[in-house]
């Protein structure tokens, strides 16, 4: 299949977007439909004769409370070629999606999963830059009602299986991590460095969930507790890990946090969609910090990131009203954060200072530093 010249660059990795567009598949109930008011669900069903052929059912978003479902948490993967997609039928209409979400509805029509389901990838249509920017905004809503929340973890090698299911063992029988064998080790570090830890929704995702379900194949982890918070990165958790008697959870947030936080911990983490260095985060921030945010796909990368160096910086300074700089700097002021946000979203200082500096006046702020210093400081 041949490509319009308008939508190679989208195809490089956006191939499943551009295949269901000029298919011209069809999301039924479009004039009912409104991304700040409803959801779709994927109705996943149980019997042999309905294999990969599903059903989209919408829910008003007030009324996910009285709703039993489920949410899916996964990595995209590629899409960059045919081959790197399969064909499933929604709303009997040939739909295409990548390969590590088709892995995971075959493995959830072996166990004979039913009911209502929320997966980003068909739930949203992707094609529609307006309807993505609703929907990001109601992630939160989604995600926190939940009954459960899957983690998808994807297919695992054999050796891998075979570790993870010494793993599974030795919890199940209560096995303390200092009697763990070499195999069990090995299962338990190919969970935690799997790639699906590496996205950024995911942080949101987890902290938002009552109740998650880290899952591949085989195997399933329920972590369950809505008292508090903790998420760490991979060298944190080691760090946790050499204390034989720390036990680390993950729980639903009660806590929001300030972007300029999230950004500095988490923003090297992936994403398909770098303006997601901001939106994807949306869920977890601070009810002002939301407000302030615009999620907007429409526009290019540098409006995602003008917003998040504009938003983290009257984070930091709302309350003096100044920008400074000296030689005595510490790392906590506006350069620190300007860096982060930098790195995050992957921009050149020569197009990043330009919007800084558009930033610092939009803010009315007061700043005391020369160009002579700056030049100094990003040669």
Known sequence: MSLNSTETSEAIDDFDKVLNRQNGFKYFAADDFDAKKHVRFLVLHSG????????????????LHDTYYRALSYTWGRASSLDSLREIRVNDQIFFIRQNLFDFLMTAFAKGEHGLIFIDAISINQNDHDERGSAVQEMA???????QV???????????????RALHAGCHDG????????????????????????????????????????TNVE???????????KLDTIDEMRQELQRPYTLTKTFQ??????????????????SSDARD???????????????????????????????ALKIGLWEL??????????????GKGYIRYYCDARDAFGIADRESIPILRQVIAKLRFRTRFEDAILKVQWK
């Open 277 to 307: 260095k901001l939106y994807g985060f949306l869920g977890i921030l601070d009810g002002q910090t939301q407000t302030r945010i615009v999620p907007d796909y429409t526009r290019g990368l540098d409006y995602a990131y003008y917003q």
């Open 141 to 147: 809503r989604i995600f926190r009602n939940a009954n």
């Open 219 to 229: 195997s399933a982890i329920s972590l369950r507790n809505p008292a508090g918070t």
């Open 48 to 63: 042999n004769d309905q294999i990969f052929n599903y059903d989209l059912k919408t829910v008003p978003l007030d009324q």
């Open 150 to 164: 899957i983690a998808w973890l994807g297919y695992p090698e054999t050796t891998e299986l075979k570790n993870i």
């Open 253 to 270: 947030s009660q806590t929001p946090d300030l972007l300029h936080q999230v950004l500095r911990k988490f923003g090297r983490l992936e």
């Open 175 to 214: 096995d303390h991590s200092s009697e763990w064998s070499t195999s069990q080790w090995d299962g338990f570090r190919y969970l935690s460095y799997n790639r699906y830890w590496s996205r950024v929704w995911i942080v949101q995702e987890v902290l938002l969930a009552s109740d998650m379900r880290p």
């Open 317 to 330: 300074y709302r309350d003096r009203g100044v920008i400074s700089y000296s030689k005595q700097f510490t």
